[in-house]
Structures are given as C-alpha cells and as structure tokens.
C-alpha cells in the first residue's frame, strides 16, 4: 500500500443521496429538481440567481413534461445525472482521476429550507445514508455531516451527538446562513464550541452569493451562472468569515477548525486590507479590540491557527496565494464533483475542472515536491485523522 502521504485526497466532493433527490422533487420552489419538456434528464434549480430564469421558464407540474413549455432558450439550473446521487458513480469518478479516498458532503442548499419542525430527523436520516454509503467502500469513503439548523438549539446539539457516535463522519458542512442571522450570531458559539471539542472540522461552503441585483440587469439572460458562481460564492465566504473573526468566534471558540471552501474565497489576498481596516478602525481601537494592548490574534495568525483551505482554486496563481497565507501544511485539494462536469464530451472520462486544480498544486509546488504530494493528500490524512477507523472514539466529549 502506498504510504498515507502518497495517497490523493478529495475533501471537497458532495452527493445528493436518493432520498434527498426526492426531497427536491417533491418542491414548488426553489431548491428543487424539475423536468422540462424536450430535455433528457431532469434539472436541478438551487441557487437564489436562478429563480428569475425559472420564472421565466413556464412550467405546469413537476411531473408532467409533457405539458411544460419554455418561454426561454435557456433551461434553468443544471441536468441531474446520476453523477448527483449514484455512490457506483462517485467511486467511478474517483478511479478515473486516482482519488483514493474522498470525504464526500450533502451539497448546497444543505437542509436549510427544510421546515423547524422536520429538520432534526431529516438530518439524522440523511446522515445515516451518508454513514451507510461510506461503510460500502470502507477506508476509500468518509463523511461531512449536514445539521439542522433550523432546528431548535437543542435539537442541533442533540445533532451534533449523533453525528460524532456515526464512524465515518469527520466534520460537518455548513452554509453562511447559520441559525438565521450568519456565523457572527453569539447563539452559535455553543455549537462551535461542540464541533470542536468533538474534533469535527467545519467545511466551510457558500451558497447564496451575493444579492442578484449586483450581477446587473444582462445576466441572467446573458451570463449564465458565471458571476454567482465565480464571484457570489467567494465574496460569500470571505464576508462570512471576516464577521466571525470581527465577532470574536475564533477567541470564543478556540477548538473550532474551519476548512474554507475554494481556498478562502478572497481572503489569502484581502486578508491584509482587513488587517489594515481592523487597525484603523477608530471605533475598534477606542473599545479595546484593536490596538495596542488589545491582545488581539491578527487574521493572518487566525488563518495559520484555526483555518484550512481547500485547494479548488483553478490556478497557480491562486493556489500559492492560498499557500502563502494558510500554509503548505493547511491546504487539502478538491475536485467539486459532480459539479462543473465537460460539457459536450464524455462525463465518465477525465474531467477538465479537476486537472486544471490538480495542474495548479503541480504548478505552484513542484511535481512529486513533498508539499504538492501533502496538499493532494497528506494534509488531509492527517488533518481529518484518516487513518483512524473511527475518529471521535473514546475521547468524545460529552455536550
Ligand atoms: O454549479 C453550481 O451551482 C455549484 C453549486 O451549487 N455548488 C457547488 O458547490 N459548486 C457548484
């Protein structure tokens, strides 16, 4: 067997498991999964820019594509294939591309939009499959969780003790949105505080961009989803994580790990405005949490301390970046799988999206270098403790 610092990780992999497909089926609006006449496969429509191209999109049921007609030359969200929900499919994607273990995660909009009342069962059946599918291909296979945020506060922290009993989970996945009010909202702390005591790493991941009046009135006739995607999703990241560590969560929570989708959104390159910011910041200075004798971590110490980045980044320039500013030793490649499929050719081949990342650590780090090899695996083993069978074990604290 190839040593654990040969072994290629992928950390940002997400699944829509059936009974989650389901879900979105079942759904008038948005998140949800619709067929649409003269298309093969049916679509899934999720993010907040989309709906105005579903609204323009006339549709009768769900069911019946038969009597749906388009008013726009553009279908609205992306065709689900099984790519989406199929675990033969996720370990074909893995051996195409050499990935010998992913760390798979519910995808965005996770169980946000799922009602109070539901979502504490909701997220322990989901978590449940995400346990099952993983114990089908031990040791290749682990999970982020999802939590039901909208769930009372003690039904979320009843959560997060079933997650740590389920043996292949090392973390969960989190949106922006929080309990409602984002990540700086102080009734949060006590959840940090129980990810972290427990060892279960926050995958960090966008959803809702920034508002589409931004993106101007061409784009969604235009633009397709280029600027939610590229620009909405990194702004979203770095906005979140700059008002938790202005609210103080990094301090309050000092177990709490955080791995930052697409390598920090932009904050390897404003980490140093927001630095500039924080020390000129009249207001901050005068209240004590900036300045002189203010004690406080700077973002950069924050960054090497309490947060990892992915490495889905697409180019050289980005990854070294990222390198700079978390460290050789943070960085955990991704592929995004199963979004940003070829277009147009073989979506069982080689996918575009996933070398272009693996060609950027290359790149940046140097071929078969000890520090490309740790970022397109080795971090990952260690820092998501892959090698152990179960990762909470013994040392789970009690909530
Ligand atoms: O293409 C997309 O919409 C997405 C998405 O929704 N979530 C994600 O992680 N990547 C791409």
Redesign the pocket.
Known sequence: MASPTHHVVDIHT?MYPPAYIELLESRNSIPLIRKFAGADEPRLI??PAEAESLDKTTTTTPNDPASSTSSSPHLPG?PVTSHYSSLKQKLHFMDTHQIDISVISL??PWLDFIPSEDAGETAKSINQEFSHMCGQAPGRLFFFATLPLTAPPETLLAAVGHIRSLKYCRGVILGTSGLGKGLDDPALVPVFRALGANKLTVFL?PHYGLPSEVWGPRATDEYG?VLP?ALGFPMETTIAVARMYLAGVFEQAPELRLILAHSGGTLPFLAGRIESCVVHDGQLVREGKAGPGSGRRTLWQVLKEQIYLDAVVYSEVGLKAAVEASGVDRLMFGT?HP??PPLGSDEQGEWESVTWNAEAVRKALGEGSEGARAVMGGNAFEILRLHEEDAAGADAKVI
Do not use: E, S, V
């Open positions: 997400h999720i993010l992306r995808a965005n991941h989803h995607l995004d979004f940003f």
